[in-house]
Nanobody, 117 residues
Framework: QVQLVESGGGLVQAGGSLRLSCAAS????????MGWYRQAPGKEREFVARITWSGGSTNYADSVKGRFTISRDNAKNGLYVQMNSLKAEDTAIYYC??????????WGQGTQVTVSS
């Protein structure tokens, strides 16, 4: 019903920056919020940041506060995160997530971010 496709991942040196994008398509009605999660090998998938679709209110994990900025383009059904001052600990697969009315949740395929030190 809804497809999410992430892009923008890659290899970057510690202290560098990346900008991730997520494009939503399909039955994109009643979007409540979108967000980013990440998972490193052998570790739990963790919350990174979320943004409400209507008001644009944001929430961030403590580990990324002050370094990551989440944003959205409602007209394009697009989600973004600007990641600055990257650390080796940020290395993970980053997943786009969407919540819609009716208790619907969708996930993207993920994009790899690797930070070298």
């Amino acid at each position: 019903q809804v497809q999410l496709v992430e892009s923008g991942g890659g290899l970057v040196q510690a202290g560098g920056s990346l900008r991730l994008s997520c494009a939503a398509s399909g039955r994109t009605f009643g979007i409540l919020d979108m967000g980013w999660y990440r998972q490193a090998p052998g570790k739990e998938r963790e919350f990174v940041a979320r943004i409400t679709w209507s008001g644009g209110s944001t929430n961030y994990a403590d580990s990324v506060k002050g370094r990551f900025t989440i944003s959205r383009d409602n007209a394009k059904n697009g989600l973004y995160v600007q990641m600055n001052s990257l650390k080796a600990e940020d290395t993970a697969i980053y997943y786009c997530n969407l919540h819609a009315s009716g208790a619907k949740t969708y996930w993207g395929q993920g994009t790899q971010v690797t930070v070298s030190s």
